[in-house]
């Protein structure tokens, strides 16, 4: 479906290769690469919200993780960049890779592994994500015309594909809007591929393409995280309309999920038009007849978000097909706002439970003693693709690197491991 939709300097690779099997698209081999990738399969260990091999309830709730996260987000974003006119390989592409970099234990670990690396660039599991798709996940190799040496260029994937995976297409520090927002999609050593990526488009702008898998992020786990709380028992349909309660999910939206000057009367009406929906889960006892409710106003809530958005963006660019710059996603304010509150109620009565900031306590003490232990040991501990790293580094700064390049690679339970294994060594 590359048509005349997308030029040929879309679908150009970094190293130019040949096609193995004539016949596929380029965008078809970018989502085959992803969906192959060992950075995609190791999300089956990192957490989503709730950590992953933890029991909540005497019911396997099976939370989910980064990994089935991604393949829902892929399947969203699918549906509706096609809907749209884009690619459907070339979303799905940036859908499953759209969260690749994130490290052990989910944001929690992106905010110690961002302390750790203050003076090495910081870290960001967007720009993490980019590392791997371009250097660290090993696919393909060149020569270097430096030195000679056999360097990665990650998966090799089109500019069209790098250009729609990136969330924040600007280097830390130069949020276009935000100058304080920890936010960004690059590190200062991959500016040149990122700068490739991006050739011809407008600055700090998301392609369209990214405004989809952005999107179909929001609706994936803004859903999905709900359906989770109520699997697990932590959310009571029947607290979303006491006024107290009410009152601490718009505490929970205000400045983190919509702008602080957001009316908490609007949000009350978001909610209220999902609660006066005849396939709103009013109730949830684990039953099978339940369960089934729960998925259709699961798919109910994806249908509803994912129709809003394509019929205000159809109505403002019209029928044709849209793709790269041609147009913006337009997601009508009231489908934000109801999106807004799902994360607010997950965020509320899962995300702030007592027994998980103690678990987040104790995990941001992990990553730090770790970090700690791989800098005194290294290379010690690293993995040979990472000592090998280590090993060339030529400065201290870009060893640190490579330290945050190996934690971030972990899962939860081998970051636990090897964190156990430095401890259990100490003297």
Known sequence: MEGTAYTPTDIERWDPEPDKRPGRTAFQRDRARVLHSSALRRLAGKTQVVTPGSRTQIWDASPRTRLTHSLECAQVGRELGAALGCDPDLVEAACLSHDMGHPPFGHNGEQALNDFAKD??????????????????????????????????????????????????????????????????????????????????????????????????DVAYSVHDVEDGLHAGHIDPNCLYSEHERAAIWTAAIGRYVPEDTDPHELAEALDRLLGQEWWPHGYDGTAVAQARLKDATSQLIGRFCLAAEAATRASYGTGRLTRYAAELVVPREARLECAVLKAVADLYVMQRDEQERLRADQRIVLAELAEALTARAPEGLDPQFRALFDAASDDRTRKRVVVDQIAALTDASARSLHRLFTAARP
Not at 159 to 166: I, N, Y
Request: aromatic share 10%; proline share 8%; charged share 30%.
């Open 120 to 217: 090495c660039g910081g870290f960001e599991g967007n720009a993490q994500s980019l590392r791997l798709l371009t250097r660290i996940e090993p696919k393909r190799f060149v020569h270097s015309e430096r030195t000679g040496d056999l360097v990665s260029v990650g998966l090799n994937l089109t500019r069209a594909a790098l250009d729609a995976a990136t969330k924040y297409p600007w280097p830390r520090g130069s949020h276009p809007t935000e100058p304080d927002s920890p936010k960004f999609g690059v590190y200062e050593d991959d500016l040149p591929v990122f700068a490739w990526a991006r050739e011809g488009a407008p600055d700090d702008r998301k392609c369209f393409e990214a405004q989809v898998m952005d999107w179909s992020d």
